[in-house]
Each structure stands twice: as C-alpha cells, then as structure tokens.
C-alpha cells in the first residue's frame, strides 16, 4: 500500500516501542568521544577561579542499593503530575516549537511495510513512520559547546533550534550563583551574559539568542529559522510565558560536586519530561552532553537498534556507570549523587 503522507497531533503518536534485541555495548567511537570532552571539561574546571575549594578528584558512585527503574511511558509519577503539567505549557505557548526535527513529515503504511526492528509507531492498525530533512544537513564534527540555564528566555530560544537541528551539544549550566561556568563564561567573553556559544568545529564564538540560532541555521541546517523563532520580541515573550509555571526552576544554584566526566543525556526541548531532568542538570551545575532527538529526528531509530527501546529521557553517567531512563528516577540519582 502506497504510503499517505499525515500531520498528526503529538500526542496521538506517542507509543512505544520494542523489539526483541538485548542492549547493544557502547562503540568505542561514543567511548573516544566521552574521554575528549571529558579532557574539555577538565579544562574548563582548572581555568576557573572559583572552583579551587572544590576536590580535584572526587569520587562518585550511584545510592546504596540503586536499581534503574524499568522504562514506563508517559507515568507520571506520584508527586510529579504538577511539575509535568506546568512544564508543558511550553506547548500551546511555543506551538510545538522544539517538538519536531527540521522538515518533519509522517506517513502512515501498512504494518508490513515496516521491519520489526525499524522506529515506527502503532496508530489504528497500522504503523506511522517519522521523517525530517537532518539527513540532508551538514553535521559538526564536535559538539557545539552552549553556556546557558534553563529559566532564561533567550536561551530556551536556542535550546529550540538545537531541537530542530538534532544537535549534539555540550551544555555548561549557568544557573545564578553558579561557581565553575559563569566565570568561565566571563573570562573567555568579558561578560556575563547568555546564552554563549563555542563552536570548536570553526572557531566561532558568540553572544546573543538570534544571532546563535541564525548562525546554526545557515552553518548545519538549510538556513531557514521557524517562524517562533522569527517573530523577534514576540518570540521572547512566548519563551518566558513558557516558563511562567515553572517558578524559576533551572535558574538558581544547588551546591554540588563537580564530576570529571559529563553525562550524557538524550532529550528534546519540547519534552515536558525532560524538561524537568534538565532543569536539576542546571540547578547542580552539571555538564551535560544532550543527544537530540525531537520528532522525526535519526537518533530514535539508532538508539532503538542499540536498546531495544526509544524513550526520552534517557541518560548514561560515565561517573557511576548508571544508565537509565524515567525523569522522576533520574532526578532522584542526581540529587543523591551530586548534590553536596
């Protein structure tokens, strides 16, 4: 049967996902990988002048008896339905914005149409298949290095393009009273002002929101920005209504240990759940490698083929050797890891 192309509301394709297949080992690319940022981010550590009452070398490990959680999809767990209600105001106020990759389109086929093991998704009978234009796009290299926390408009605002470019972004939090990257942010800048972004691949380095998203979209997508992303003050305005429920959250520092490695993390903006794993990243100053996987984004089928299950969040601490899933668990072991 010929494929038809559809536009689907979000949450009518949220199913999941599994084959048979046990999880795959990391590759020693992801492994050569993590070793250079984890050298970055030493580097960055020693440069600032803040973190000198900080332990060069901590130890970490996970919480007595922890056990990752089983992935469950879309549980809200008890306590956190007023956390995922408010973090997904950024929905109607964004109108989806850092949801879907560049160019997303579906189509829905016949479910023989689709291998067992392909990312697709069950709709009536049939299966909905996710595409974009990221295929088509330039790729960097290294990850972007952002300077940035949550609760600020202009940065949600590039977080959003990242969404849509399916990104791989090396996150320094920035929250006030922050010790280690906002120093950081001033000394390579000469201000403190966000979100700031490196880009090693060429060299670039820069401040302000739409002067960043334009550069990513002419440097590793076709040069076109979102219409939410084009509508200048009124884009700003819906940023912050967006995080009007959030109280602040991601703003303002929890005092923390300082790993030696960043944790990985496969997110997207537009997700309330992770919405809210970024949120405590930032508050405990945490270095974070997000992995971006909107809709339609290329990730959702590798990381299906590796762990026979997409869901987001998801993330891997080279720290402790934890990986797991579930936002609600992943803030726990944060908290209990890494808080000071």
């Not at 690319?29 to 002048?49: E, Y």
């Not at 767990?77 to 956390?83: F, H, I, M, N, R």
């Not at 979209?217 to 084009?230: F, N, Q, R, W």
């Not at 998801?314 to 890891?337: H, Q, W």
Request: proline share 10%.
């Amino acid at each position: 049967m010929a494929a038809t192309a559809l536009h689907l509301p979000p949450l009518l394709l949220a199913r999941r996902l599994r084959f048979s297949s046990s999880s795959a080992a990391a590759s020693t690319s992801t492994s050569r990988r993590t070793t250079c940022l984890s050298a970055q981010l030493d580097d960055t550590a020693a440069a600032s002048t803040s973190t000198s009452d900080k332990p060069a070398a901590a130890s970490f490990a996970p919480p007595p008896d922890f056990k990752p959680p089983e992935p469950k999809t879309f549980e809200v767990k008890p306590g956190q339905s007023d956390d995922i209600a408010t973090a997904s105001l950024a929905i109607p106020f964004r109108l989806g914005t850092g949801i879907f990759a560049l160019g997303y389109s579906v189509s829905l086929v016949s479910p023989d149409e689709v291998a067992p093991d392909e990312y697709a998704l069950d709709f009536q009978g049939r299966k909905v298949k996710e595409s974009s234009k990221i295929g088509q796009c330039p790729r960097p290299e290294k990850p972007i290095e952002i300077y940035e926390f949550e609760g600020c408009p202009f940065c949600r605002k590039v977080r959003e393009m990242v969404a849509v470019l399916d990104l791989d972004v090396l996150f320094y939090p920035c929250p006030k009273n922050g010790p280690t990257f906002r120093p950081k942010v001033l000394q390579m800048g000469g201000k403190q002002q966000f979100p700031y972004m490196v880009d090693p691949n060429t060299g670039i380095a820069m401040y302000e929101s739409d002067a960043i998203i334009k550069y990513l979209a002419d440097k590793y997508g076709d040069g076109t920005v979102p219409i939410m992303l084009s509508l200048g003050i009124l884009t700003t305005i819906t940023a912050g209504l967006a995080m009007s429920g959030r109280s602040g959250k991601g703003s303002k520092y929890t005092p923390a240990k300082l790993p030696p490695e960043p944790i990985e993390l496969w997110a997207y903006e537009g997700s309330p759940f992770c919405k809210i794993v970024r949120e405590t990243l930032v508050e405990l100053e945490l270095p974070h490698l997000l992995h971006s996987c909107a809709r339609g984004s290329p990730r959702r089928q590798e990381f299906l083929k590796k762990y026979g299950i997409f869901q987001a969040p998801y993330i891997e601490d080279p720290n402790t050797g934890v990986k797991m899933f579930e936002s609600a668990d992943i803030i726990d072991y944060l908290r209990a890891t890494y808080a000071a």
